[in-house]
């Protein structure tokens, strides 16, 4: 966007470039509100379903699909609550605190080929930081809230995040080894062609350690079974006991937003980012080269591949929720540090090992060939993943996108 | 309360001394069934020390008693087990009789014994459905609910009211049943018999749940008795006790002619357990899950009684009789008599002076003493296993309170 502003409108540099940024933001800004609305709504269907009941069914028409939308209208006009002997600041910033740290992180997420905020060439990393940070807003909430069952909450979420970060990191490391690049674009990217491409099929031990990484993840944004930070029958509703209206909401929109996220982040680490099952835009014959809507069609496709993917994990994030029963803070503690982090450590090493010894895959010729994968490896951290793509390259590699 | 934490062995940080803090669980909190206090005394998640507070919910019942006939008092002994008014109707019905020396028809007798036992399935209902919910997982919650509801269509078709029935009454029952609601009985139980299955799987054998339960509040068999104990908390710490069975000759005759085992375990053994889902490893005798399991079987055991008694009253002749005055002088004297309701062991106690009055009347609350074990069974334990504990007891405020 920056060339086009600079190129075809003539604007100067920064102005350019902060436009774009704005027109960037502006845009993950609405897809977080939106998709937060959606899934409230969606959370409240399936939840229904799954407890014989049919939810929202008139606000908006049928299926009740305005329901968030009118929920949201009344957040907006309750009252502004804030207890007496409430830290006023704090108690204030939390909530923007944690909403701004999932909303960051979708800065470096990949939509579909080239639809991403910034395109970073440590994307990866940048993701699972700036996640992490969301805890800062929940301490926040319970500390500044004057309530000790806020504050129980804060400290759970602590103990569990910080505890929850390192099986995570280790589950996202090894697709980047894989891959041999902290960009999630270049990531996605060598996974193009038929589902046996994903990395989660690459070989045993990304399979397993694709499902530690969902363990992790559905911890690390605090969701069922792991949703101690507010447990009901517990701490009343945890850190945000003393929270109600917009600043409430805020709260929510971040953890929808960081439940897409993570989602997201699975689809794009494991499950292929954009490119489907089915390379049916290869099979159709399209490629960037082919007409003026080609490569729009290809993003179209690869946008709703990635949004079908992340949207089915929360779906089955909820699905879980309204399953199973909560863990106890000892035992989410004991699912972290003696099965998810061990289990993590051998299956890093041996899809390490793996790399070596077997680079192709099981089926020589049927992933992507070993030599290249090595190579961009042995370029390491800024060597040509790294770089952004040139014209002819893009094109080489969204020919065998969707 | 040092000792008690040193002795805990689950708590190893002897020299790291922390504050202790304290807490306030109610008498507005989602998890304690009603308007119950409970004080905790917390060092970090561990709880030291658990103390409960009672009387938010005291009417005065039995003060309320002594002005009223003794057919008035009856919908105050609705608001007592609210949750199983049937079952207090009865006992209070009986008590009367037992001092009046007054026998009930035969019909009425196996009338008696369905609505019971009806009760009974719908008061478990909700005490396994909360305790999903004190243990995080909602679902279940609504799926008991759903059955419930079932039953209270039944015992609104038969007596016109949903939750303060006030149907068995003193001298018989208020009225006999509608054409058709045996049918409708039976067709309800059939329905309800396979569901118990996914009850099962979705608490009584879900790994989570049995991490829950397994272990945590162990009511040993002695303590169980010292306390007081009665009900499921009695038979699930492996007592052989149902005043069903071995009750005075005025209850037990109403079980004349019934088969049913007694839910406790002997042996290793729960009656027929062949037919249930196995006893999971780490369980102990007297913890949460036996007396979650207990209440299971009492289900289906009392849907047994019900189908035994349809059969019995639909071969009875006559009329189930006319219940007595509303304002009738009763013989001078005293009476005590227990009855086993859902929660336990329930007395009445009433004193006549001869007059149409009460002179007194007591009530004999087996929550109450259910309760009273709180504090033992919470000593060492984390919060979240506060709830799971209480919810286990499966008290009534109304009862305790009165």
């Not at chain 1, 540090?337 to 089926?363: D, E, H, N, R, S």
């Not at chain 2, 999971?280 to 055991?301: I, K, N, S, Y």
Request: net charge negative; proline share 5%.
């Amino acid at each position: 966007m920056v060339d086009f502003l600079t190129s075809t409108i003539g604007l100067s540099g920064w102005l350019a470039w902060t436009l774009a940024a704005t027109v960037s933001a502006v845009l993950i800004l609405n897809v977080i509100a939106g998709g937060a609305l959606v899934f409230i709504w969606a959370e409240r269907k399936v939840s229904a379903r799954i407890q014989d009941r049919l939810g929202p069914t008139r606000t908006g028409g049928r299926f009740g699909w305005l329901q968030s939308l009118a929920d949201g209208i009344k957040l907006l006009a309750k009252e502004d609550l804030m207890p007496e002997g409430a830290d006023g600041m704090l108690f204030r910033l939390a909530p923007y605190v944690s909403f701004c740290a999932s909303f960051c992180a979708f800065i470096a997420l990949p939509f579909a080929f080239d639809v991403v905020g910034q395109r970073l060439n440590v994307a990866v990393f940048f993701v699972v930081a700036v996640l992490g940070l969301e805890v800062f807003g929940v301490i926040l909430a319970g500390y500044a809230s004057a309530s000790k069952w806020s504050l129980f909450g804060a400290m759970r979420e602590a103990a569990q995040v910080v505890s929850y970060e390192v099986p995570l990191g280790m589950c996202v490391v090894v697709p980047v080894m894989l891959a041999g690049s902290m960009d999630m674009v270049t990531i996605a990217e060598k996974q193009a062609g038929w589902f046996w491409n994903w990395y989660v099929f690459h070989d045993p031990f990304t399979f397993v350690i694709f499902w530690v990484y969902v363990t992790c993840a559905v911890a690390s944004v605090n969701r069922a079974p792991f949703d101690l930070a507010e447990a009901e029958s517990e701490l009343v509703a945890g850190f945000h006991t003393e929270y109600s209206g917009l600043r409430w909401s805020y709260f929510f929109m971040a953890e929808y937003g960081s439940m897409f996220l993570v989602s997201a982040m699975a689809a794009v680490l494991f499950l292929g980012g954009w490119n489907g099952p089915i390379p049916v835009a290869t099979l159709l014959g399209f490629s960037e080269g082919t007409g003026d809507t080609a490569p729009y069609l290809i993003r179209l496709l690869g946008l709703a591949n990635l949004v079908g993917k992340a949207s089915l994990g929360v779906i089955i994030m909820m699905w879980i929720r309204w399953t199973l029963p909560r863990l106890r803070i000892d035992q989410v503690m004991t699912t972290c540090l003696k099965y998810c982090t061990p289990i993590a450590a051998v299956m890093f090493a041996g899809a390490m090992l793996w790399q070596i010894g077997l680079p192709g895959g099981l089926i020589p010729g049927a992933g992507r060939p070993g030599g290249e994968i090595r190579e961009g490896w042995l370029e390491g951290p800024g060597g040509r993943a790294a770089a952004p793509p040139a014209a002819d390259e893009s094109r080489d590699v969204a020919r065998v996108a969707p | 309360m040092a000792n008690a934490i040193e002795d805990d062995p689950r708590i190893i940080e002897f020299d790291v001394r922390t504050d202790e803090m304290l807490v306030n669980m109610g008498p507005q909190h989602p998890s304690t069934h009603g308007v119950l206090r409970l004080v905790l005394r917390t060092d970090g998640e561990i709880v030291s020390e658990v103390e409960p507070h009672i009387g938010y919910l005291h009417r005065c019942a039995e003060k309320i008693g002594e002005n009223l006939t003794h057919r008035q008092w009856i919908p105050y002994t609705d608001r007592m087990d609210y949750l199983a008014a049937m079952n207090m109707n009865l006992g209070w019905s009986l008590a009367v009789e037992k001092l009046m020396k007054y026998e009930v028809s035969e019909k009425a007798r196996h009338l008696r014994v369905l609505i019971a036992e009806l009760g009974r399935i719908a008061s478990h209902l909700v005490g396994m459905g909360a305790y999903g919910l004190d243990l995080g997982t909602f679902s279940p919650f609504l799926y008991a609910f759903r059955e419930r509801e079932k039953i209270l269509d039944l015992f609104e078709e038969a007596c016109g009211a949903r939750l303060t029935y006030s149907y068995i009454t003193i001298g018989g029952l208020t009225a006999d049943l509608p054409p058709g609601w045996l049918q409708r009985c039976e067709a309800f139980l059939d329905q309800f018999e396979p569901i118990i299955q996914e009850y099962h799987t979705l608490l009584t054998t879900n790994a989570i749940f049995v991490k829950r339960t397994a272990g945590v509040g162990v009511l040993s068999r002695d303590m169980a008795i010292e306390y007081g104990c009665s009900g499921p908390v009695l038979r699930g710490s492996g007592v052989d006790q149902d005043l069903r069975r071995d009750g005075e000759a005025i209850y037990t005759a109403m079980y004349d002619g019934y088969a049913f085992e007694v839910a406790v375990q002997k042996d290793g053994h729960y009656p027929r357990d062949h037919e249930y889902p196995a006893v999971p490893a780490g369980t102990v005798l007297g913890d949460c899950w036996h007396r979650f399991f207990v209440r299971m079987l009492e289900v289906v055991q009392s849907m047994d009684l019900v189908r035994q008694s349809i059969d019995r009253y639909s071969a009875c002749k006559g009329t189930i009789g006319e219940p007595l005055k509303l304002a009738e002088k009763m013989p001078a004297g005293d009476a005590y008599l227990e009855t086993e309701c859902p929660k336990g062991q329930m007395g009445f106690y009433l004193v006549s002076d001869g007059s149409a009055k009460p002179w007194r009347v007591r009530a004999r609350s087996s929550s109450f003493s259910n309760l009273a074990v709180t504090p033992e069974l919470c000593r060492g334990c984390l919060i979240a296993d506060v709830p799971a504990v209480v919810g286990s007891l499966d008290i009534v405020m109304g009862e305790i309170d009165r």
